[in-house]
C-alpha cells in the first residue's frame, strides 16, 4: 500500500483514539484506580480484542455478525452486563489504605482480561471495523484480506500509542489516590458511574 495512504489512515486512525469514547475512558479509569502498569495492561487487553475484530473483517464474517440483529443483541447485552458488573465493583470496591500506603492493585493480568472482554463485547467495534478499514483498502492493489490485516496492524499501533500515553497520565494520579481515603472514594463513585453510564450507551445503541 501507498505510504500516503498508511499515513492518512494512520493519522484518522491517532484522532479516533483521541475523541472520547468507551475505551479511552475505561483506560483512564482504570489507570487512575490501579496505577499505570495496570492501565498499560488494560490496554494491551483492548489492543488484543482489536487483533480479533481485524481478523473477523479480513476473514469475513464481521458482515455475517452485522446483518444478524440476534447476534448483534446478544454481543450487546453481554457487553452491558459486563460494564454494569464493572460499576458494582468500583461501587463496592475499598476505600482503606492497604499497610504499604499504596493504592490496591487487582492481582495479575485480570485487567487486562478486562480489557479483553470490553473489546470483545462491544459490537460497534466490529461493524466500525467493517465500514472504516475497506475504505482504506483497493482491489487494484492485492488481495483485500492482506490490506485489512496491515491497516489493522496500523490502528492497533495508533491505539498503543494513543491510549498508552492516556494510561500513563492517568496512572500518575494513582499515588495520591492511594494517600486520601477521600479521594479514593470519589474516584471509585466516579468509575462506577462512568461504567454504568457506558452499559446503558451500550444497551440502546443502534446498528
Known amino acids: 500500500m501507498p505510504v500516503e495512504t498508511l499515513s492518512a489512515f494512520f493519522a484518522a486512525s491517532v484522532l479516533l483514539g483521541l475523541s472520547p469514547g468507551p475505551d479511552n475512558l475505561f483506560v483512564m479509569m482504570q489507570s487512575a484506580m490501579h496505577g499505570r502498569a495496570a492501565g498499560l495492561r488494560v490496554v494491551l487487553g483492548l489492543c488484543t480484542g482489536l487483533l480479533v475484530h481485524t481478523a473477523a473483517v479480513a476473514a469475513g464474517l464481521a458482515a455475517v455478525f452485522a446483518a444478524s440483529e440476534i447476534a448483534f443483541q446478544a454481543l450487546k447485552a453481554a457487553g452491558a452486563l459486563y460494564l454494569l458488573w464493572l460499576a458494582w465493583q468500583a461501587f463496592r470496591a475499598p476505600v482503606d489504605a492497604p499497610a504499604d500506603g499504596r493504592a490496591p492493585r487487582l492481582a495479575g493480568w485480570a485487567l ?6 470490553m473489546n470483545l463485547t462491544n459490537p460497534k467495534v466490529s461493524i466500525f471495523f467493517l465500514a472504516f478499514l475497506p475504505q482504506f483498502a483497493d482491489p ?14 496500523v490502528f492497533i ?32 463513585l466516579a468509575a462506577g458511574t462512568v461504567f ?12
Open 112 to 117: 487486562y482480561r478486562r480489557g479483553v472482554l
Open 157 to 188: 499501533l495508533a491505539t498503543l500509542l494513543v491510549f498508552g500515553a492516556i494510561a500513563w497520565f492517568a496512572g500518575s494520579l494513582g499515588g495520591w489516590f492511594g494517600r486520601s481515603r477521600a479521594a479514593r472514594r470519589a474516584l471509585n
Open 196 to 207: 454504568a453510564a457506558l452499559a446503558a450507551r451500550l444497551a440502546f445503541v443502534q446498528r
Open 140 to 153: 487494484a492493489r492485492g488481495p483485500l484480506a492482506a490490506q485489512i490485516v496491515l491497516l489493522g496492524a
